[in-house]
């Protein structure tokens, strides 16, 4: 059988549409530790929005690795190996805790090249969410597939900025790791099967997921800088980050006024790298 033409996928749409429940807001404010989960009524803090609009699928449905299987909503890609590598995303207005929230998803482009690491496969979904009041968040979300590796071959290391405006650290652990996953109905098993994450897809211990890496940064420039407002959010995975790191949040003040951000390892090594802009 000859392989699918994934360009066919170019131009695909679903619409969801999702009320932001308190609960779920709630469990998300107490596995990140918040000091305070929002109100009905109260503004969802920013990339919130991640734990609703969660596509709904039977277990049966699962392939080997816990995702759906492909050939949905995204394309078939015929390589085993997928993460979220990046994103960017435009606040024009708040979610509301309590409001119904209608999201259009949109594949703008599916890019097939070869790297280093052998055939690669790069998925970009657009994302639209409005309220009664309009347009509140424009995000694309890159998506990145790759063959299974016979071992596991780390990235070369970025290391920090030397210049820092802060760096404090942040525990993960597979308790938190699996909380996340639970609150984002998210069975990928390298988060939460190290049988499955060492001996199938080779990694040396459980990933941490990309979305809750940006969360953590979002929420620490927030703490960081109380009173700004985000205009616009970025982030990019460097290198994977696993349950036994030593993790820190760290951030510094760009020329324009917005600020860098990274997660990094215990050796200074960054993992995912962001940036935010802020209104005014």
């Known amino acids: 059988m000859s392989e ?30 918040r000091p305070a ?105 890159d998506i990145v597939y790759l063959a299974m590796p016979k071992v596991w071959t780390p990235p070369e290391p970025v290391p920090l900025p030397e210049r820092l405006d802060w760096i404090a650290p942040r525990p993960v652990d597979r308790v938190l790791l699996f909380r996340f996953s639970a609150l984002t109905f998210n069975a990928h098993r390298i988060h939460v099967d190290l049988t499955y994450a060492t001996e199938v897809e080779r990694y040396p211990g459980l990933v941490v997921h990309g979305p809750l890496q940006a969360m953590l940064l979002y929420a620490a420039a927030r703490d960081h800088l109380p009173g700004r407002e985000p205009a616009g959010f970025t982030f990019r995975g460097v290198r994977p980050l696993f349950d036994f790191d030593h993790v820190a949040l760290a951030g510094r003040q760009r020329d324009d006024g917005g600020h860098d951000l990274f997660t990094a390892t215990g050796e200074g090594a960054v993992a995912m790298q962001a940036s935010v802009s802020w209104r005014g």
Do not use: C
Request: hydrophobic letters at 40%; a neutral charge.
């Open 4 to 33: 699918p033409n994934l360009q066919d996928w170019v131009g695909k749409r679903e619409v969801v549409v999702d009320d932001i429940h308190p609960w779920r807001a709630r469990a998300l404010a107490a596995t990140l530790d």
């Open 37 to 141: 989960a929002p109100a009905p009524g109260d503004p969802l803090p920013g990339l919130w929005h991640w734990v609703y609009f969660l596509p709904i699928v039977a277990t049966a449905e699962l392939g080997a690795d816990g995702h759906p299987r492909r050939g949905g909503f995204l394309p078939p890609v015929p390589l085993e190996r997928r993460m979220w590598a990046g994103g960017r995303l435009t606040f024009h207005d708040a979610l509301r805790v309590g409001e119904e929230v209608e999201k259009t998803s949109t594949i703008l482009k599916v890019t097939e090249k070869d790297g280093r690491a052998g055939r690669m496969a790069f998925v970009t979904v657009r994302h639209e969410l409005r309220t009664a009041r309009g347009l509140a968040i424009e995000e694309e979300q």
